[in-house]
């Protein structure tokens, strides 16, 4: 019996470990009768899929049973739990069942603790955006799965030019992969540099400025992600996790909380991470702060409901900037 429980919103991310794991297990000849992708949003859908499990492959390999958009580790009804009881014990050796959801499994459900006592459990979060050792052992890992040679430099390029997006990720290196053909040395960071799109790095580049209230400086950077045909959305998107996140911590630090106390709950797994945020908003008020949060909804609706992407950016961007001076 091998059970598999994976979780997170990094969607692109789990889709390349799930297809690593039914590659794995499934012979290619007998692929179309032993594997089941049920969505199991319901309980009569899971059920079927335990049913399925339950069921020895045809031919040689094993059978692959997915049970995927699944809620049982969110609620799961006594009756469900009950079937989960009585299958999971006798789930055959030749049978692979994975169970897959975006959110995070409550640990206080029974049916969590069940699953996880018989199931290896991975997640697949997006790293934050500052975590700049975990972004930059994303991108090392990737890069020997795919055998994309790197120095150490070039490796920190790319994370910080990427940062958390893994299916851009993975785009860059089959990029970096064709340009290094079948040279032995790894690739320096001004090859990389010339070759990699950088959104993430620039769009907190474009928070900075905006929130130190320079107008000049934001105008160019927005030219710069706009000009590289960067999604308008996208850019609202990370405009708005910094600003919010800058609330957060200006809020917590004039209530007087503590950085161990800012640090979880903004989730962070170093609290010395605390420091360079109080840093950041050090001379930025409460006040705008609160302002800047319904200024990028109007943008984002704006953008949604087909306004002209760079003049409506355009002026956004100004007026946030203005807002800070």
């Given at each position: 019996m091998?059970i ?6 990094d ?6 470990a ?5 590659q ?5 000849n007998w ?6 992708k049920?969505?199991?949003?319901s309980a ?14 045809f031919?040689?390999g094993?059978?692959?049973v997915?049970?995927a ?5 969110q609620?799961c ?15 055959p050796p030749?049978?692979?069942l994975l ?6 499994p409550?640990?206080?459900l029974k ?7 018989s ?6 979060s997006?790293?934050?955006?500052w975590?700049d050792?975990e972004l930059?052992?994303?991108v090392?890992?990737?890069a ?11 490796i920190?390029l790319?994370?910080?030019?990427i940062?958390?997006d893994?299916?851009?990720?993975y ?13 032995s040395q790894p690739?320096n ?17 474009l ?9 000049s400086a934001?105008?160019d ?11 308008g ?10 600003f ?9 630090i004039?209530?007087?909380d503590?950085d161990?106390k800012?640090?979880q ?8 991470r605390?420091?360079?945020f109080?840093?950041?908003v050090?001379?930025a ?5 609160q302002?800047s949060?319904p ?6 609706a704006s953008?949604k ?21």
């Amino acid at each position: 019996m091998q059970i598999y429980l994976f979780w997170g919103e990094d969607d692109f991310a789990m889709a390349q470990a799930v297809t690593s794991l039914r590659q794995t297990v499934l012979d290619p000849n007998w692929a179309s009768f032993n594997y089941d992708k049920i969505i199991a949003d319901s309980a009569g859908a899971v059920v079927e899929g335990l049913d399925r499990a339950l069921t020895p492959p045809f031919g040689t390999g094993s059978r692959f049973v997915w049970l995927a958009n699944t809620t049982v580790t969110q609620q799961c009804s006594p009756e469900l739990l009950a079937q989960f009881e009585r299958t999971l014990p006798v789930i055959p050796p030749t049978t692979v069942l994975l169970l897959t959801s975006v959110k995070k499994p409550d640990s206080r459900l029974k049916s969590t603790k069940l699953i996880s006592q018989s199931a290896q459990v991975r997640e697949f979060s997006p790293i934050p955006p500052w975590n700049d050792k975990e972004l930059a052992q994303r991108v090392r890992q990737v890069a020997g799965e795919m055998n994309v040679k790197l120095t150490a430099t070039a490796i920190e390029l790319l994370a910080q030019s990427i940062g958390s997006d893994t299916r851009q990720l993975y785009s860059e290196l089959e990029k970096l992969l064709l340009f290094a053909g079948n040279r032995s040395q790894p690739l320096n960071p001004e090859e990389v540099a010339a070759l990699v799109h950088c959104h993430a790095q620039n769009t907190f580049q474009l928070a900075d400025a905006i929130r130190e209230g320079n107008t000049s400086a934001a105008l160019d950077l927005l030219a710069g992600l706009t000009g590289r045909s960067e999604p308008g959305l996208r850019i609202v998107a990370g405009l708005t996790g910094k600003f919010r996140t800058w609330l957060w911590v200006k809020a917590m630090i004039q209530a007087g909380d503590r950085d161990d106390k800012i640090a979880q709950a903004l989730d962070l797994g170093n609290p010395k991470r605390v420091y360079y945020f109080r840093q950041e908003v050090k001379n930025a008020s409460l006040e705008k702060l609160q302002k800047s949060l319904p200024l990028l909804l109007d943008l984002e609706a704006s953008l949604k409901r087909g306004r002209e992407e760079n003049s409506t950016l355009q002026t956004k961007v100004i007026e946030l900037s203005s807002l800070f001076r």
